[in-house]
């Protein structure tokens, strides 16, 4: 983003360079220009290409998992080439290298999935046999649990592209974060919205993490100006589920929690691969409780299914 020398740049964000990252990048920017009444173009917005940008011939989980989306932008913030790292928090690994922190959140957009089909109003509506196209194999197994007639392949790329698939009949139907689709202006695009209690989320779908060095108190208190209490709390406890359960992207794990009036609900869910078995845990508590209330119910469920839980599919 070029720089007027009239106003030279006083903080630098990294990004990815997808269409969603890069508005969710102009978000954060946006809200730090109005918070602390700078002009945007004194903020810069550094795209960096990450691996899992850069691995498109087979499904993330068969590369390394969680992580494949920040490794290169974390690199950088550790190597003082930015300032501030943004991420879609369901991307982001559950421990953080040494040296960077979590220290902020953007309001948390509907954290939702949605079904997106030309052929049938609701995923109960396809007919048995049909394609589903996702690369999440949490969307896979909640769909296999939800119609064990359908048919699931791995589908890959951007907002754009798997819609643009499904346009060109690359598969019957695929499902995509409703935020995602907001934050693109592509909303209409969804056939139907998945209610959370039947489909229920990743963990840190809908937020957006901000991620800045240890020691950089002057960054840290910019983006603290802008942190958004709730969606931060509601992390907390959908990480620590995570954390507790070893998740990544092999293993199909959804945590969603919701925030009221100083309270805080968590619903947490293991699904075998193949969607023959789940089981689920619900914690409610103070949201000064939200890491352990998480990390309970990550506990609860490691003992319910077992080491071999996630062996079968």
């Known amino acids: 983003m070029a720089q007027s020398s009239a106003a030279p740049t006083i903080l630098r964000i990294g990004s990815r360079g997808s269409p969603l990252a890069f508005a969710q990048a102009r978000e954060l920017r946006d809200g730090l220009a109005a918070a602390h009444r700078i002009e945007a173009g004194r903020i810069a917005i550094e795209v960096i290409r990450t691996s899992g940008d850069v691995i498109q011939d087979r499904p993330l989980a068969e590369a390394g998992g969680k ?5 290169e932008i974390e690199d950088a913030l550790l190597a003082g080439k930015i300032d501030i790292a ?4 369901k991307d982001m690994s559950t421990l953080l290298p040494p040296g960077l922190r979590l220290a902020a959140c953007l309001p948390r957009e509907d954290a939702r999935d949605a079904f997106i089909c030309r052929k049938a109003r609701a995923l109960k509506d396809l007919p ?29 790329g951007n907002v754009e592209t798997r819609l643009r698939k499904i346009a060109d009949g690359a598969a019957d139907a695929t499902i995509l974060a409703l935020a995602g689709l907001k934050r693109l202006g592509l909303e209409k695009a969804a056939t139907a919205i998945l209610v959370t209690d039947e489909f229920l989320p990743a963990v840190g779908q809908g937020a957006i993490g901000i991620e800045t060095r240890e020691k950089d108190d002057r960054t840290r208190e910019l983006v ?9 709390m509601a992390l907390a406890a959908e990480r620590a589920f995570l954390a507790v359960l070893d998740g990544s ?17 968590f619903r947490g ?5 193949d969607g023959s078995e789940a089981f689920e845990a619900i914690r409610e508590g103070s949201v000064a409780d939200a890491a352990l209330l998480g990390a309970d119910a990550g506990r609860e469920l490691k003992m319910r299914g077992g080491p071999d839980f996630f062996a079968h599919g």
Do not use: W, Y
């Open 249 to 265: 992207c092999r293993t199909p794990i959804a945590g969603h929690a919701t925030v009221s009036s100083g309270r805080l609900r």
């Open 269 to 273: 869910m293991i699904v075998r691969p």
């Open 128 to 156: 048995g046999g049909s394609v589903i196209g996702t690369a999440s194999l949490r969307r896979q197994a909640l769909v296999k649990r939800a119609r064990p007639d359908l048919l699931v392949e791995s589908m890959r």
């Open 86 to 89: 943004v991420h879609s928090a």
């Open 67 to 71: 992580g494949l989306f920040t490794k």
């Open 224 to 232: 603290a100006a802008i942190n958004h209490d709730e969606t931060m």
